[in-house]
């Protein structure tokens, strides 16, 4: 998936605007030159688990299930990670604290689903009504031993992951949303620090399908709307 930039410069300009088909980088900063020389900076402020729900719907669409289904549920297992990351919050632990303790999770989906799970069982005082069965044993199945799953399963796929996302972004909502402006407010000021404090970097917010910024009813309830959808979505580009 690339990301079709528009140049700033030539907006402001009034001139005819070049497009850059950019790739998505993991430390977020980006530099573009345009085919006029303008030089744009500027960082995406979107949540890590939106991007990658994206991604991962955009590799269907583009042909590439087994890269959807690890894309879709490395946005899941970031979602559980913002998730406990708001928990945190509504305790007022530091965030420093935080990022430190989570170290020990950082490299094993088997930890981070068990941190989630317990965390969630803490602050709800319920158990998670999710399949968690169907929904490992489909996600081993391709990521470890190399299954080849048919467009029509990843959808349904698509569609057990996306119905827990919209649950959890429902219930957080609702009962911790001074917490969730705090860490989305951490990420965006963490986001826009970079090691050259002499360059002038401009914030971009994607309109994506899961937005944390979106009402829930604007959210798509089915993964086939997201893939139609995006189909129509100017801003992605199939690689």
């Known amino acids: 998936m690339k990301l079709n930039f528009n ?15 950019i790739e998505i980088r993991d430390d977020n900063f980006y530099q573009i030159t345009c085919d006029k020389g303008h030089v744009s900076h500027f960082y995406i402020q979107n949540l890590k688990f939106e991007l990658l729900f994206d991604a991962g719907s955009m590799a269907l669409i583009d042909g590439y299930p087994n890269a959807a289904v690890a894309y879709i549920s490395s946005s899941l297992e970031r979602l559980h990670e913002f998730c406990i990351h708001v928990y945190s919050k509504v305790n007022d632990i530091d965030d420093d604290i935080f990022k430190k303790n989570w ?15 317990n965390s969630f069982m803490l602050f709800e005082q319920s158990t998670l009504k999710f399949d968690l069965q169907k929904y490992s044993a489909f996600r081993n199945k391709v990521i470890h031993k190399g299954y080849l799953p048919s467009y029509q399963e990843v959808v349904d796929f698509g569609d057990l992951v996306l119905e827990h996302i919209r649950f ?4 957080f909502r609702n009962k911790y949303g001074d917490s969730i402006s705090k860490v989305v407010f951490d990420h965006i000021n963490a986001s826009s620090l970079h090691s050259d404090s002499n360059v002038q970097y401009s914030a971009l917010l994607i309109p994506t ?20 959808s995006l189909k129509q979505f100017s801003f992605y580009r199939l690689l």
Do not use: W
Not at 168 to 171: G, I, P
């Open 209 to 228: 399908k899961l937005s944390i910024g979106h009402p829930l009813d604007s959210m798509p309830k089915k993964f086939i709307d997201v893939i139609e």
């Open 103 to 117: 170290k020990y999770f950082n490299n094993s989906s088997e930890r981070q689903l068990g941190a989630f799970l």
């Open 7 to 21: 140049c700033s410069h030539c907006l402001s300009d009034n001139e005819t605007v070049n497009n850059s088909l």
């Open 168 to 171: 959890l972004l429902e219930l």
